[in-house]
Antibody
Framework: EVQLVESGGGLVQPGGSLRLSCAAS????????MSWVRQAPGKGLEWVAN????????NYVDSVKGRFTISRDNAKNSLYLQTNSLRAEDTAVYYC????????WGQGTLVTVSS | DIQMTQSPSSLSASVGDRVTITCRAS??????LGWYQQKPGQAPKRLIY???ILQSGVPSRFSGSGSGTEFTLTISSLQPEDFATYYC?????????FGQGTKLEIK
């Protein structure tokens, strides 16, 4: 059974940083693209970033380019999102999703950017 | 960026009704589209991939169709557990983009 468990969210001040993690199990992690998707409170879904199987290719939505970095450690079956220079508008639940077509999703971790 | 226009934004229906939700892409995306269901407080769950293939374990009352720029999700006979918000997602080109969502409510 595919399992994706996000962690690392919390309350952070504007301009601060957080590193989100996603622990994967139940599938061959190193064989799949992985994504991060976020959802602001009461709003719709927004794709944030993805990374290919070996980490050599990454893509981002414009609003996070230069501030967020997606990475992975295939030896640890883990996906990461380093979030820097956080803004109030980055407040959201952040989900990791497996596969190039976002097959399965974790339950999410809440990031709140507020002073 | 490819814009996904989803309609309607909300829909009121009764158990047993047939409902259809539409997504239109601002440019052709072949069949690179998925449909997701999200219930309050839960993560999205994929129902359909490559526009028309039913995800394993998803009831057959859900179906998807379309290619190019116009896509539909149909629920043939609404069940109580189907009242949720539905999203389309295009994964044809980066950045991937979602429709705005359709909230399906009980009439």
């Amino acid at each position: 059974e595919v399992q994706l468990v996000e962690s690392g969210g919390g309350l952070v001040q504007p301009g601060g940083s957080l590193r989100l993690s996603c622990a994967a199990s139940g599938f061959t992690f190193s064989s799949f693209w992985m994504s991060w998707v976020r959802q602001a409170p009461g709003k719709g879904l927004e794709w944030v970033a993805n990374i290919n199987e070996d980490g050599s290719e990454t893509n981002y939505v414009d609003s996070v380019k230069g501030r967020f970095t997606i990475s992975r450690d295939n030896a640890k079956n883990s996906l990461y999102l380093q979030t820097n220079s956080l803004r109030a508008e980055d407040t959201a639940v952040y989900y990791c999703a497996s596969g190039g077509w976002l097959d399965f999703w974790g339950q999410g971790t809440l990031v709140t950017v507020s002073s | 960026d490819i814009q996904m226009t989803q309609s309607p934004s909300s829909l009121s229906a009764s158990v047993g009704d047939r409902v259809t939700i539409t997504c239109r892409a601002s440019q052709g995306i072949r069949n690179d589209l998925g449909w997701y269901q999200q219930k309050p407080g839960q993560a999205p769950k994929r129902l359909i991939y490559v526009a028309s293939i039913l995800q394993s374990g998803v009831p057959s009352r859900f179906s998807g169709s379309g290619s190019g720029t116009e896509f539909t999700l149909t629920i043939s006979s609404l069940q109580p557990e189907d009242f949720a918000t539905y999203y389309c997602l295009q994964h044809n080109s980066h950045p991937y983009t979602f429709g705005q969502g359709t909230k399906l409510e009980i009439k």
